[in-house]
């Protein structure tokens, strides 16, 4: 049994293994991103898997999505803004791999997720340094050789399996022993490849011909026979080969063989292609039953034993070959020097002005009005002292996909910076005693007297020291518009959790993956249909509260003013969602504002000056690290000094 037969041979452990994995987080993450096109990232098997997510979240969802390979990613980090990024390496410690998660970090996409097979790697302790990247991983003990083999196996089924759960399908238990392929096992049916092993061993290359449905197939065989260099390999669609690529088969008929990949909805175009192919050319077909998790899985096996079967008859170690220096100086280039990032264009906070505004790309952009209000309020936040600063919560201080966590490390350096040199820190939520208690586990009870809490979106002002006095009593509107809530659920809208905090708000979670962005639609079309306020209907990126008449976040900037005997302009505040109906567009109408995410729609405030591709927790921090402490108890922020990421 060569090395490569030896993986080949622990498979089903590996399916095994999958098959008993908790997987709920990893549902989680593939149904947070149910609305979106994804990107999945890898190199070599991983890749496959890449492939593999991407086709399944496209065949489930509709949305089309994009597989990549850490390069892409490096060079145009961009496509991390929008989309929620998989990045997938089985060991963890491929320098590429490494260079795209810090690069997605750094240009602020909205959710990363790591799927790994260890638990200890380089990749590991970079995500441990960086916001808002949720691990996934699935310990394997056994390392792949060369190739990925049962890595591969093992995370491929692992997304399989998923999708299969998350679509209410009880996944069949994949036990190689019982799959078929043209009702034969697999032992069987790759007998019947024998001829066409032989006579393949012996060419230069290989064109696979596959059908869309089955392409982290197709992919995962030209990997293996690509990487190994066992035998040229190119690939194409049904009819990508009959646009020019037929004339490999014609004018290069000593050179190349033909593996077809089908399914039910291409066989019928393969019988009418197949007639046609020259009897010079090797051909074998793998004809799967559909293209359903299971048979991208089944299809995978396949195609690792016929790689075997090719390997051995050429005489070729593919499970151990010899690496060349060569190959291990590509392999450990230096990219964070040698592809520099991309540099911030345009003036610095006018493209989300814009946009806020409707101005989306091509839209003209060179209203010199904007211009001259980005340089007044730059101008002024420059050389304004400062008393207090007021916070927005989730996805400004602490992540919005985690919601049950407190502020990281890096944010409380800050808050700590800022209420011992004696300024005041507010903050302001639409959560309550879940905010406070964060706070008070993590900041030091001495500077406790420094912190202002508005819960509830304002409903509820307070010191941090204060105990929250309960109500239970819902006013009449909201017990209203409570009933409306409950029969919208009733009929089937995706609402997951509605919480009454009595008397300030009714706040509504949805099922995992659907947006707040549109059901603010369904709460706020169906409350006016009712004949109730919809103004008072906010939302958060993982919420939607409607309020109580008069609730508002902010209410804090009057009690801090008030309470502290300041002047209003001596204030800032800074939220993610500044723009109606964005639960900070009241705390972002300040005077003195700023935007981690989504500006107001106003320009002479609420303005996103972080660059253009930070956002969220990595904007927060690029306005605190220019947060500058006077000697008199107030600071200034510093955006103008040294910008080299203005223009």
Same mark, same amino acid.
Request: aromatic share 8%.
């Given at each position: 049994?060569? &090395? ?18 908790? $997987? ?17 990232? @890898? ?80 990749? *590991? ?45 009880? &996944? ?37 011909? /596959? ?20 035998? /040229? ?39 009418? *292609? ?24 089944? @299809? ?24 060349? &220096? ?8 230096? $990219?964070?020097?040698?592809?520099? &990032? ?43 002292? =400062? ?47 879940? #905010? ?6 993590? #900041? ?6 420094? %912190? ?57 979670? =949805? ?49 801090? #003013?008030?309470?502290?005997? *300041? ?6 505040? *800074? ?61 200034? %922020?510093? /955006? ?8």
């Amino acid at each position: 049994m060569t &090395p490569y037969e030896e993986e080949l041979s622990k498979l089903q452990t590996s399916l095994n293994r999958s098959a008993s994995a908790e $997987l709920t987080k990893l549902k989680s993450a593939i149904a947070g991103a149910s609305q979106f096109s994804l990107i999945a990232v @890898g190199s070599g098997g991983s890749f496959t898997v890449a492939s593999l997510l991407c086709s399944l979240h496209e065949a489930y969802t509709g949305r089309v999505s994009r597989s990549i390979t850490p390069l892409e990613l490096i060079c145009n980090p961009t496509l991390a803004a929008t989309s929620p990024i998989f990045i997938i390496s089985a060991e963890g410690k491929n320098p590429d791999i490494l260079e795209a998660l810090k690069r997605a970090r750094e240009h602020s996409s909205r959710a990363v997720h790591v799927i790994t097979n260890r638990h200890s790697s380089p990749l *590991m302790e970079l995500a441990a340094t960086l916001n808002d990247v949720t691990s996934h991983v699935f310990e394997l003990s056994d390392k792949d050789g060369y190739l990925a083999t049962n890595s591969l196996i093992l995370d491929a089924s692992l997304v399989a399996r998923a999708f299969s759960e998350l679509d209410r399908q009880k &996944p069949a238990s994949l036990d190689l022993q019982n799959i078929y392929y043209s009702g034969q096992p697999l032992d069987k049916f790759l007998y019947t490849a024998k001829e066409f092993v032989t006579r393949t061993a012996n060419k230069r290359g290989l064109i696979i011909v /596959f059908s869309p449905k089955l392409r982290p197939i197709a992919e995962d065989l030209e990997s293996k026979f690509s990487e190994s260099a066992l035998l /040229f390999s190119q690939l194409a669609d049904f009819r990508s080969f009959a646009h020019g690529r037929h004339l490999w088969l014609t004018e290069r008929t000593r050179d190349c063989a033909l593996l077809v990949l089908t399914e039910p909805s291409t066989e019928a175009l393969w019988l009418d *292609m197949k007639p046609q192919i020259p009897d010079a050319v090797p051909i074998f077909t793998i004809p799967m039953p559909g293209s359903t998790p299971n048979d991208l899985i089944a @299809g995978l096996v396949a195609g690792m034993h016929l790689v075997s079967r090719i390997a051995n008859e050429a005489k070729r170690n593919i499970a151990k070959p010899n690496v060349s &220096p060569l190959g291990r100086q590509l392999y450990y280039a230096e $990219l964070s020097s040698l592809i520099p &990032p991309p540099q911030e264009t345009g003036i610095r906070g006018e493209q989300s002005k814009y946009e806020v505004l409707g101005a989306h790309w091509p839209s003209p952009r060179n209203s010199g009005k904007i211009r001259r209000a980005l340089e007044e309020i730059e101008q002024e936040f420059s050389t304004r002292d =400062f008393r207090a600063i007021v916070f927005d919560y989730d996805g400004t201080l602490c992540s919005s996909n985690k919601v049950d966590l407190p502020p990281g490390s890096e944010i409380l350096q800050h808050l700590n910076r800022i209420t011992k040199a004696g300024m005041i820190v507010g903050i302001a939520s639409g959560r309550g005693d879940s #905010v406070r208690d964060h706070l008070r586990d993590t #900041v030091d009870k001495g500077l406790w007297p420094m %912190f202002r809490l508005a819960l509830y979106n304002g409903g509820w002002i307070g010191a941090l020291s204060d105990e929250i006095q309960r109500v239970t009593e819902l006013s009449e509107f909201l017990i209203h518009a409570k009933r409306i809530v409950l029969n919208l659920r009733s009929q089937g809208v995706p609402i997951s959790r509605i919480r009454a905090n009595a008397p300030h708000q009714l706040s509504i979670r =949805f099922e995992n993956g659907v947006s707040a962005d549109n059901m603010w639609f369904v709460i706020a079309d169906a409350l006016k249909q009712a004949g109730l306020e919809s103004g008072t209907v906010l939302k958060s990126k993982h919420s939607v509260d409607i309020l109580s008449r008069g609730v508002s976040k902010s209410h804090i900037v009057a009690h801090i #003013v008030q309470t502290h005997r *300041m002047d209003p302009y001596e204030v800032v505040t *800074m939220g993610d969602l500044g723009a109606w109906p964005g639960n900070d567009s009241s705390l972002l109408q300040h005077r003195f504002s700023l935007s981690v995410d989504l500006p107001s729609r106003r320009i002479d405030r609420g303005w996103k000056l972080a660059p253009r591709y930070k956002r969220d927790l990595d904007a927060t921090l690029w306005y605190l690290d220019r947060l500058k402490l006077n000697n008199d108890q107030t600071f200034r %922020f510093d /955006f103008l000094e040294n910008d080299v990421e203005r223009r």
